[in-house]
């Protein structure tokens, strides 16, 4: 398995523009989670997925973020409007729930500016 | 709420030395799991050991290892004869209700091994 794929790995964008981030999680694993990097907060838990459900949104910043998990294999997260805090490096994981812990993906380092 | 602890924010040693990395958590549940990760300098987050809280036996895994002590709510890891590529942020995490949704991460121990 080629593990959970993020894309794109680097987006510079300017403020205002809409920002999408993907996801393709791990064949099989019925959890996805989209975290936030940042060196104030460090890893925070914006939003998971139980088969393609949202569970948990309470970690979602503000109204300006959304996320969708159209099908078992495909996961987006998108910022509109971004800015300048926004600037992050967001992770993607899943999970099968059986004692194997998550299983992240390389992130997406995301500049607004 | 729960809650991870991890008071050492940065920690550096001399390669081949022995360190631990200590983890503290809050919860209420009785049933929780508790892990470890480590994210190289690369980036990546990298899963190390899960570990439920019934079980209260030390795991050892090569040079790491891991002590769990429910009596002091820790979950410490060490690192024996430490090497220049275990440098690293490690990440002490915990997820409530026995199942594994909401990992709660806590800030990371920047662990320098110097050469």
């Known amino acids: 398995d080629a593990g959970v794929i993020q894309s794109p790995r680097h987006e510079v964008t300017e403020m205002g523009q809409e920002v999408t981030l993907r996801c393709k999680p791990i064949?099989?694993?019925?959890?996805l989670f989209w975290y936030r990097q940042t060196m104030m907060r460090g890893l925070e838990l914006l939003i998971y997925?139980?088969?393609?459900?949202?569970?948990?949104d309470s970690g979602m910043p503000e109204d300006r973020f959304s996320a969708k998990m159209p099908n078992a294999s495909f996961s987006t997260l998108k910022i509109q409007p971004s800015e300048p805090r926004d600037s992050a490096v967001y992770f993607c994981?899943?999970?099968?729930?059986?004692?194997?812990?998550?299983?992240f993906g390389s992130g997406t380092r995301l500049t607004v500016v | 709420a729960q809650k991870v602890t991890q008071a050492q924010t940065e920690i550096s040693v001399v390669e081949k030395e022995d360190v631990t990395l200590d983890c503290v958590y809050e919860?209420?549940?009785?049933?929780?799991?508790l892990f470890w990760y480590k994210q190289p300098p690369s980036g990546e987050l990298v899963f190390l050991i899960r570990?439920?809280?019934?079980?209260?036996q030390n795991e050892i895994s090569g040079r790491y290892s891991w002590n769990f002590q429910k009596s002091t709510s820790s979950f410490n890891f060490t690192i024996t004869a430490s090497q220049v590529v275990d440098s690293a942020v490690y990440f002490c995490?915990?997820?409530?209700?026995?199942?594994?949704?909401?990992?709660?991460f806590g800030k990371g121990t920047r662990l320098h091994i110097l050469p």
């Open positions: 994981a899943s999970s099968d729930s059986r004692g194997t812990g998550y299983t």
């Open positions: 064949s099989g694993h019925d959890y």
């Open positions: 997925f139980n088969n393609n459900v949202p569970i948990d």
């Open positions: 919860t209420r549940d009785t049933t929780y799991y």
């Open positions: 570990r439920n809280s019934f079980d209260e």
């Open positions: 995490a915990l997820s409530e209700n026995g199942i594994d949704d909401k990992i709660i």
